[in-house]
């Protein structure tokens, strides 16, 4: 049975943070609902005040700059950056993960910054993103800070955030020339969550066409979506062969931190990364030729 609860709904993302530094623990903030309601009905989370920052509307939108890169506000839907012209022709990896979320239901309302904040480890956008070395905005009522996304994520459902903080911004800086990146995920029935997902991110010198930058990024093979770093430094120097992407993605499998659980065995997660690894850096470097 649902909790009683006082439901908020601040018109500006001043009033918004006004309420969450007041009632602190004891708030929650709802974007598209579709993770915390679950939660809520479960009785695994019971808030006194819930927060609707859904009317603070300066937070849903796509930008470009052709310096500073992309700019997704937090409260963006996933279909939104699905079908973003601007998404699909400049961060391709974006749009063909969100394809890949849920179903159109779900991602008209899911949004981008209520996904990472669940800070689900088999969450879709994590990985592409890290791999795009994307950062988040945060603002408080004492200002405003941005961290890599690699550093946002903690442990399970658990995020860098602290009680009077909120997510604003997604920021993704344009890739360097001659960059591919690419996800894959491995998953029972479409639309599922990820039972292992992978996102590899390639830069090819301009000269020698060696690996100049390498990015490895595990979702759902490990309380967090982690880099596998030892893997990218396999790649970064050489030339990118077959027995090279194979070596890395055997190190990616050895570095990751899968558990068991219904969904697959600790052992079977590992067999997964090897093989999406390989998958991904594949297309990475098929897509860093074009470029
Ligand atoms: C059936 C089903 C299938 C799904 N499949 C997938 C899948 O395959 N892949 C995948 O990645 N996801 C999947 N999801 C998750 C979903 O797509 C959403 O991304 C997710 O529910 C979170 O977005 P939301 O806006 O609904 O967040 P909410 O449920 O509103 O909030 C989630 C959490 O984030 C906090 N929060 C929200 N916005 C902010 C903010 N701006 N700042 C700080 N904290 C915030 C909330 O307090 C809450 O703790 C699935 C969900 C369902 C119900």
Redesign the pocket.
Known sequence: MIKDFEYLAPKTLKDALTLLSQHREEA????????????IKQGL?TPRYLID?NGTSN?DYINLDEKEGLRIG??T??RAIELSSVIRNRFGVLAEMEQ????IQ??N???????L??A?P????APPLIALKAKGKIASLSGERSLPLEEFFKDYFETA?QAD????EIQVPNPSPHTGTAYTKF?LME????IVGVAVSLTLGSSDGACGDARIVLGAAAPVPMRAQKAEKVLVGKAIKDNVIEEAAQVASEESRPTSDVHGSEEYRRELVRVLVKRAAEEAIKRALLR
């Open positions: 929650k903030l709802i974007a598209g609902g579709q993770s915390l309601l679950v939660l989370v920052i937070l937090s409260l839907s996933h890949g979320l849920a179903s779900i991602r309302w899911g949004t981008i910054g209520g996904n904040c669940h689900d088999a969450g879709d956008p955030l903080e909120m997510l604003t998953v639309g599922d969550h990820s």
